[in-house]
């Protein structure tokens, strides 16, 4: 198939985005970028195409999808309570990175919940994304736009690498701004839970509704339970290289890598994926990536995929990877770093 790209950078370029629009009204797949990360979408009503998202992807069936909307009210017809702590984080934090999981409506199917009788729905504040939806009219499913398991798109190269030639149409507008996919957060629990932590932090929500709880499967490597979100349960994120994640310390840290480093078998290409502060600590490796500075940790969440990403283009072997505190979008940096390394973590240097 072939893909058509449209680069969009007005909001106000109503030609190209009802060009966009009708194409998911007629229940093709069109890929577009959000504040987080790109997203495969198909409208969410229309079983057939919502179908064609878990082909492109190669998405297990058993992994719900999110419903993208343009306006707050498009909620009441697809849940059947909005429950308090769920309208306070609706007027705060919509639109934004932030994923709510209600008690789903008859209109909405079991291909979009895997058969759940709850529905995830966020409504992003990237412009183009929000023009788009508002034109479509129709709420639009739409996971991440990369292969499953694979890290997923923030940038055009990226969404090409896993999608050309898959879809009929991709919206480019250049880099995404958050990097790492929303937070989930669900609000039919009391207090509410975070499924997958992202964009919008702990401490932001507890701000607004007071105490929220966190699934512990999406923060410990060692934690065997079933996460909530089945999207959790799956090696993610992952280059094609193997991963070690390190904590503690940053000098003991740069000390036990560039001691693994040196001991890497001959002829296996080695990345340290590392901070700015502490980039020059480091030795030996074919490959160092400054995943950006600890002062500034939504750079490192902007530039978290890419750096994973650069790795498989580098045809990287072996990963070594600075770890970060649980505190903020660490958090969900932190996530999305023991997803991509199968949970293999070196703590306490
Ligand atoms: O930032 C984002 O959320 C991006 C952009 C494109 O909006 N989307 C995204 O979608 O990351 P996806 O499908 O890659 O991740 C959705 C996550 C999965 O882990 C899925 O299991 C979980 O949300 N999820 C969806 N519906 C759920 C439900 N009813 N209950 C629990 N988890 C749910
Ligand atoms: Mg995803």
Redesign the pocket.
């Known amino acids: 198939m072939e893909t058509k790209v449209l680069h969009i950078t007005d909001e106000k370029d109503k030609a190209q985005i009802e060009e966009a629009a009708r194409l998911l009204q007629e229940g093709e797949l069109v890929i577009f970028p959000?504040e987080?990360?790109?997203?495969?979408g198909a409208d969410g009503l229309n079983e057939a195409a919502v179908d064609k998202i878990f082909q492109a992807k190669g998405r297990p069936k058993d992994?719900?999808?999110?419903l993208?909307i343009a306006d707050p009210e498009q909620v009441l017809d697809l849940v059947k309570v909005i429950p308090p702590k769920g309208k306070d984080c609706m007027d705060v934090f919509w639109p934004g990175?932030l994923?709510l999981?209600f008690e789903r409506s008859e209109k909405v199917s079991d291909s979009i919940?895997?058969g759940?009788d709850?529905?995830?729905i966020?409504m992003?504040s990237h412009p183009i994304a929000h023009a788009l939806l508002k034109a479509a009219a129709i709420p639009v499913a739409?996971?991440?736009?990369n292969t499953s398991g694979r890290p997923?798109p923030t940038r055009l190269s990226h969404v090409l690498e896993d999608m050309d030639g898959k879809v009929p149409m991709i919206v480019d507008s250049g880099d995404t701004n958050v990097g790492i996919?929303?937070t989930?957060l669900?609000v039919t629990v009391d207090p509410p839970m975070i499924?997958?932590p992202?964009?919008v932090t702990k401490e932001d929500l507890e701000a607004i509704i007071g105490e929220v709880a966190i699934d512990e499967t999406t923060i410990d490597a060692d934690n065997d339970a079933v996460p909530?979100?089945?999207?959790?349960k799956y090696r993610h994120y992952a280059p094609k290289g193997d991963g070690t994640l390190f904590a503690g310390d940053l000098k003991n840290i740069a000390k036990e890598i560039n001691r693994r480093v040196a001991e890497a078998e001959p002829g296996k290409k080695t990345a340290v994926l590392c901070t700015t502060e502490t980039k020059d600590l480091y030795e030996g490796m074919d490959l160092l990536v400054d995943m950006g500075s600890r002062e500034h940790l939504e750079d490192v969440a902007h530039n978290l995929f890419d750096s994973l990403r650069r790795c498989d283009e580098e045809g990287v072997d072996v990963l070594f990877v600075e770890g970060f505190d649980f505190i903020g979008i660490g958090v969900g940096i932190m996530n999305r770093l023991l997803k991509a390394c199968g949970g293999k973590v070196v703590l306490g240097l």
């Open positions: 959000t987080t990360v790109y997203g495969l992994n719900p999808l999110i993208h990175p994923t999981i919940t895997a759940a709850t529905v995830a966020r992003p739409a996971p991440s736009a997923s996919e929303s989930v669900d499924y997958r992202g964009g909530k979100s089945p999207g959790q």
